[in-house]
């Protein structure tokens, strides 16, 4: 696979985009992926999905193995969608340096593809933060049901990074909860990219384990007291996708006030929190 232009792009613009206090980088490379880049120079990316296998609708930027400064990798779930080997096994290889926080579902999986145990964080949903340069804590997930286990916890997670002074909410694979949102009004969320391709008798009949929908996705946005949405899972398979545009028209007939940005291919979006350009 050869990296488009957009992908030099974007490579290029995660070594000189510079964040100030108050706004995160955001860059949308399909499906759950996203890369974050706030303060510190520092990036996280959350469920890497750079596979360039043949039933994608679309290909992968870049390469896997050219994302060489990637502080941490945030992995929901064990789905090779959302934990794939391909760029979990390139980013390893080209950054020992690299953390890799994940349900301990995904421990085996994680090794397999040659990271190192000491670079593996237990996505503990128990423990405030699982880490602290970034803060980033795991969130439980219902990907359709809760799959937990004492000695393991939480197969489906979240995460919520505080960061350069934006709450950013990145939903992974879940429908609602009735905790859910409670837990991301109190966290008083900036930003939050959730899943909207739904689910529904049919794909379940071909194990294909749903999501919330464009209606559910948008209420809970609202509900919560979000500031800003991005809608996410929704444009990588062709028997289970999503038009974006419905959760446009939705916010539009319902809640005209309620911000949403549907990222384009690849785009790299600056998020600028409500508190930024006070005092300016």
Excluded at 11 to 32: C, D, R, S, Y
Excluded at 191 to 208: K, M, V, W
Excluded at 214 to 236: C, F, K, N, Q, S
Aim: proline share 6%; hydrophobic share 40%.
């Amino acid at each position: 696979m050869e990296q488009s232009e957009r992908g030099l792009e974007i490579l290029k613009e995660l070594n000189e985009t510079v964040v100030p206090e108050g706004m995160l980088a955001v860059w949308f490379l399909g499906q759950n992926s996203v890369l974050l880049k706030g303060d510190g120079n520092k990036i996280v990316c959350i469920d890497p999905y750079l596979d360039p296998a043949p039933y994608r609708v679309f290909a992968p930027p870049f390469q896997a193995e050219l994302l060489t400064n990637i502080d941490y990798v945030c992995i929901s779930h064990d789905h090779s969608d959302h934990l794939d080997p391909y760029a979990v096994e390139a980013i390893a290889k080209v950054n020992n340096q690299t953390k890799f926080i994940a349900p301990a579902y995904c421990n085996d999986q994680l090794q397999e593809c040659g990271v190192s145990p000491e670079n593996i964080v237990k996505a503990d949903t128990n423990l405030e933060w699982c880490t602290t340069d970034v803060k980033i804590k795991a969130i439980p997930a219902a990907h359709e049901e809760f799959e937990y286990s004492p000695e393991d916890g939480h197969r489906f997670v979240g995460y919520i990074l505080d960061w350069n002074g934006v709450k950013v909410y990145h939903a992974g694979d879940t429908v609602i909860f009735p905790k859910l949102v409670e837990t991301l009004r109190k966290e008083a969320i900036d930003l939050a990219l959730l899943p909207i391709n739904g689910r529904d008798f049919f794909r379940n009949e071909r194990e294909i384990v749903g999501n919330m929908d464009v209606r559910e996705a948008a209420e809970l946005a609202v509900a919560a007291g979000v500031d800003t949405m991005i809608p996410l899972h929704y444009d990588m398979f062709a028997g289970n996708s999503e038009k974006p545009g419905r959760i446009i028209d939705y916010f539009y007939e319902n809640y005209p006030m309620q911000k949403c940005h549907v990222c384009a291919r690849f785009e790299r979006f600056i998020y600028v929190s409500r508190e930024a350009l006070k005092g300016k």
